[in-house]
Each structure stands twice: as structure tokens, then as C-alpha cells.
């Protein structure tokens, strides 16, 4: 390719998610990077965050949406919100009438609303949710799809909600995430504990409930001792207070560790010494943290929705529930595995990795979504 295009992200978001992490990895990988602008929410972390990827330029833009907005709904609140949104549009004028941009990406879902503000220049987004049971997300899609030229879903189940809100299906592409590649350290499991991990927001939607639910069927079905570590980054107060009451109720029945705001290095020590990764997530397209499990081939049991079953082969690499009354056979099956078949699953869940989700891949993939492939072979015409 003769003439390398200028790239525009787009970062909504006002918090460091998979989303956040996920574009950062590609950036690190791609030859692209030096041809990326972003643009971000402004926020000190959000800077020190983009400040630090190999990109042309990063901007804390402050009309994106200010902290917590989109969750408000406060007549104050909404002013702000629209204030912004027209504050934005006209910034994105300006540089579509100056030609700054070959494209304009948005690196998540609620993005589109910024994507679509933007003129004479090619626009495309990534998206990382199911939209199908949310309103809010299924209008915005139905009132500007029109004006987004191309789709990134990160799964078949999110390709499928498009859809059902009126995207073109030859519009969008499946590209799923990919994580850098990681040796294999054999895995044994424990002789006298049975380590259970959880990772994600302490919300409804990602249920944390559940994981305490699973770990007291676990104990009473096995000898070894049970230990619970829970992993967030943001929560919910009214999820906090019931976790906290179901930590209460307990106690004496197998440990529990809460530990809030973990760098990602650390996390992934947890990764690394964990038994089985538990997922309960009642709503998720893909989940970054069940590939970060498979790359350290720890074996996980997640709830069958969504994008999930997209990774996770039953019985195979991983444990697949619907309903939280499977999860008493879920813990009878993890109490009874012997250690032949946790090694076997634990090969396995790293072989969905290494041969479905690295980066290479995703970088591959998504270069060619962004029109950066030079020959046939990056191409995968070849």
C-alpha cells in the first residue's frame, strides 16, 4: 500500500476495561501504531494510560463524555451529556472539513454516537457487546448504523445482535480478540487446596454472587480446602453489600480474598497459580478474562452466554453452565476430576488460545479491517 492511511481512534470510555487493554496490545503489535491518533475521554489515568502506547499523538478530548454520564439521569446530568455530544460534534466537523483523517474508528460500542459525527471520511467500529438486551445501545444502532461504513464484532454472538438491530450482515466482520502468546507452564492440581479465581467488576451483570455460590457447593463436596480470590476494579454499592453479606455468611466454610484495583502484571500471577477460573457474567461478547485464563491454560467454568461458548468447548478446555442450579454439578465434576484430566483440560484450554486468540491473529485481522495490508499474503489472498 502506496499511501498509509491516518487513523483516528475514538476511546469513549471513562474507565481502562478489556477494551482499553486489548487495543493497547494490537497497538504494540501492529506497524500500524505510527499512523494512530486517539482520541480519549479526559482523565489523568486515561492519559498516562494512551500517553504511553507507540501512536503518532493521543488528545484527552474534553468534550467526550465526562465521568459516570452515561449513567446519570439527572436533568443536570443530561444537559451535560447533550452539551458535550454537540460540543464533540463540532470538533469532529472541523477536522472532517480539514481532511486530518482516512478513517475513524471507534474502539467501543457507545462510540457509534461519536463515530457517526464525523464527514468525508470512512468510518468503522469495534464492537465488544452484545446488544441485543439493551434498549439504549439497539436505538443508537438503529438511528445511525447508516452512517458507520464497516463493523468489527468481536464474536458471532455480537455479529448475530447487530443484525437484529438492522446492520447490514455484509457490513460486519467477526474479529476476535487476541492476547500476546505465553510459554505453557504445566499445571498440576493442588494436592490439599483448590484455588478458585474470579475476575471482574463487582456488578450485577457480571454476578459475583455466584462465584461464592459455586466455592460453598465445592467445599462441602471435596476434602481439599477451598480458596476464593475475587479480583474488581469497579463496584456496584448495592452488589458490594450483598457480596459482603454472602462473604459474612462464609466464613469457616472456605477463604475468601478481595482484593480491588490490582494492576494487570499482578493479576496475572493470580492467573498463573489459580486451579479453575470461574466466569458468571450474565451479559458478555467475549470475555478478555477467560482468554487471559486460556493463555495461562488455566481451565475455567463460565456461565453459556453469549460469546462464551465461542471459546470454551464442554468437557474439553472448560465447564459450561446455564443456570446457577447446574453449578452443584459443576462442583462435583471439578471434586472428582483426577489430575490427569485437569492436565489434559489445562493443555487444552491453551491450545484454544495458541491456535485461536493471539495476537498475531487479531493483528493480522484487524490490519486488513483498517486497510493496512500491503500484499496478498497480509491479506490472506495468497
Known amino acids: 500500500m502506496k499511501d498509509k492511511p491516518n487513523i483516528l481512534i475514538i476511546v469513549g470510555s471513562q474507565v481502562i476495561s478489556g477494551a482499553e487493554h486489548v487495543l493497547a496490545d494490537y497497538l504494540h503489535a501492529s506497524r ?7 482520541w480519549h475521554a479526559d482523565t489523568p489515568q486515561l ?12 488528545r484527552a478530548v474534553p468534550s467526550l463524555l465526562p465521568a459516570g454520564a452515561r449513567r446519570q439521569k439527572s436533568p443536570l446530568a443530561l444537559v451535560k451529556k447533550a452539551w458535550r455530544v454537540i460540543s464533540f460534534s463540532l470538533t469532529a466537523h472541523s477536522a472532517s472539513i480539514r ?84 510459554p505453557l507452564i504445566p499445571r498440576a492440581s493442588a494436592k490439599t487446596t483448590l484455588t478458585i479465581l474470579f475476575v471482574g467488576q463487582i456488578s450485577e451483570g457480571k454476578d459475583p454472587l455466584s462465584t461464592l455460590v459455586f466455592c460453598r457447593l465445592l467445599a462441602a463436596q471435596t476434602k481439599k480446602s477451598v480458596i476464593c480470590h475475587m479480583i474488581y476494579n469497579q463496584e456496584d454499592p448495592v452488589v458490594r453489600s450483598s457480596l459482603n453479606a454472602a462473604v459474612q455468611d462464609a466464613q469457616g466454610l472456605f477463604e475468601i480474598h478481595l482484593h480491588a484495583d490490582m494492576d494487570r502484571k499482578r493479576i496475572h500471577t493470580f492467573y498463573e497459580t489459580a486451579d479453575f477460573f470461574f466466569h458468571p457474567s450474565i451479559n458478555d461478547a467475549l470475555p478478555t478474562t477467560i482468554l487471559e485464563a486460556f493463555q495461562h491454560g488455566l481451565p475455567t467454568i463460565a456461565r453459556s452466554i453469549g460469546g462464551v461458548p465461542e471459546i470454551i468447548t464442554h468437557g474439553e478446555d472448560g465447564i459450561l453452565f446455564r443456570e446457577n442450579d447446574e453449578l452443584h454439578s459443576c462442583a462435583e465434576t471439578v471434586a472428582a476430576m483426577d489430575a490427569q484430566t485437569y492436565r489434559t483440560m489445562s493443555e487444552h484450554a491453551y491450545h484454544t488460545f495458541s491456535t485461536r486468540f493471539t495476537i498475531e491473529e487479531k493483528v493480522r485481522a484487524l490490519d486488513i479491517f483498517l486497510g493496512f495490508a500491503d500484499t496478498p499474503e497480509q491479506r490472506g489472498e495468497a
Do not use: M
Open 32 to 38: 500500524i501504531s505510527s499512523h494512530v491518533t486517539i
Open 99 to 182: 481532511k486530518d483523517f482516512t478513517i475513524v474508528v471507534g474502539n467501543n460500542t457507545g462510540d457509534i454516537l461519536f463515530v457517526k459525527a464525523f464527514r468525508k471520511t470512512r468510518r468503522a467500529l469495534l464492537v465488544h457487546d452484545d446488544i441485543s438486551s439493551q434498549k439504549g445501545l439497539k436505538l443508537l444502532f438503529r438511528l445511525y448504523h447508516s452512517r458507520i461504513e464497516t463493523f468489527a464484532a468481536v464474536s458471532k454472538a455480537v455479529k448475530t445482535s447487530l443484525g437484529q438491530s438492522g446492520v447490514p450482515p455484509e457490513k460486519i466482520r467477526v474479529i476476535y480478540n487476541g492476547l500476546p502468546s505465553r
Open 47 to 58: 492519559s498516562a494510560f494512551f500517553g504511553s502506547l507507540p501512536v503518532a499523538e493521543t
